[in-house]
């Protein structure tokens, strides 16, 4: 049934990359409310894949939650190496302050946007507050890429920086003080490191009230298909639009839409 309150929709980072990439998949999704899982039947392999990772995330989760660390008798192979290089990478500690898994929302005037951190980390020997971003799939960090503007690091640091102007102690942070680290434990020595800064600030504020006050606007019919291969064969919704089958390729965490427990939501009106 159609459902067109998009007045109560918090936008992640991915119903944003959905829109961008085709409007009718976002109104398929978000306003006819036609969801469900990809079908991993035909494709073990992936389907192997997703769980690791998804038991990654949350052996991590448990890690800075209190330390946790398992015995040799429960990890085995490479979800073992993962998880010691996780403990290599960034050590959990008690001086430090760790919010795994940790679901942010803001409401300005209207524009509600939400993030789902893996980690946020308070490093108190400089004050900076770091997101931290688990990447599980085989492709390793890519030079071509400018990780700085991908929509998953303007939608994050955004997010953090607006609802983060007095932290909680009394303290103010500013944007500079922030960044975002993007990780995989299948290449345990890379890392992409982004950093923020109040032009950058200022530049996603505009960049993302205006693109969710684009999609508010929109009427339903607007909602239109982008009618290109490369985006059609592997979208769920191939069956509805061409009638066929859509193709199966490696999956990025956030589009698997795993089912973790986000157990912290902080919800700031502005």
């Known amino acids: 049934m159609f459902n067109n309150n998009l007045d109560e ?7 944003l990359s959905v829109y961008q990439n085709c409007p009718l998949r976002f109104r398929r999704r978000y306003l006819d409310g036609l969801f469900w899982p990809r ?16 038991l990654f995330h949350r052996l991590a989760c448990r890690y800075y939650s209190r330390g946790e660390v398992l015995t040799e008798g429960i990890l085995a192979g490479e979800l073992r190496k993962w998880f010691e290089d996780l403990r290599k990478f960034l050590p959990f500690n008690e001086e430090d302050d760790f919010y795994p898994e940790y679901e942010l929302r803001i409401n300005f ?3 509600k946007l939400l993030a789902k951190f893996d980690l946020l980390y ?3 020997s400089d004050n900076k507050l770091l997101i ?6 085989k492709k390793p960090f890519s030079k071509k890429v400018n990780y700085e503007t991908l929509l998953q690091s303007r939608v994050y640091l955004y997010v953090l920086s607006e609802a983060l102007q007095e932290y909680p102690s009394g303290e103010s942070l500013s944007p500079e003080e922030l960044g975002l680290v993007y990780w995989n434990p299948r290449f345990p020595g890379d890392m992409e490191m982004v950093k923020y800064s109040q032009r950058k600030f200022e530049r996603d504020k505009n960049f993302l009230r205006a693109l969710i006050q684009e999609i508010k606007t929109l009427s339903y019919e607007k909602f239109e298909g982008i009618d290109k291969d490369e985006v059609c064969r592997y979208c769920e919704y191939r069956p ?12 990025e965490e956030e589009d698997a839409d795993f089912e973790l427990d986000w157990e912290t939501i902080d919800e700031i009106e502005f």
């Open 9 to 15: 929709l918090y936008f992640s980072q991915m119903a």
């Open 39 to 54: 079908d991993w039947a035909g494709d073990r392999e992936q389907k192997e894949l997703l769980e690791r990772g998804k």
């Open 109 to 111: 005037n209207g524009i």
């Open 122 to 124: 308070l490093r108190q």
């Open 132 to 137: 931290y971003d688990w990447k599980t799939n």
């Open 240 to 251: 509805i639009c061409s009638g066929k089958k859509p193709e199966l390729i490696e999956m």
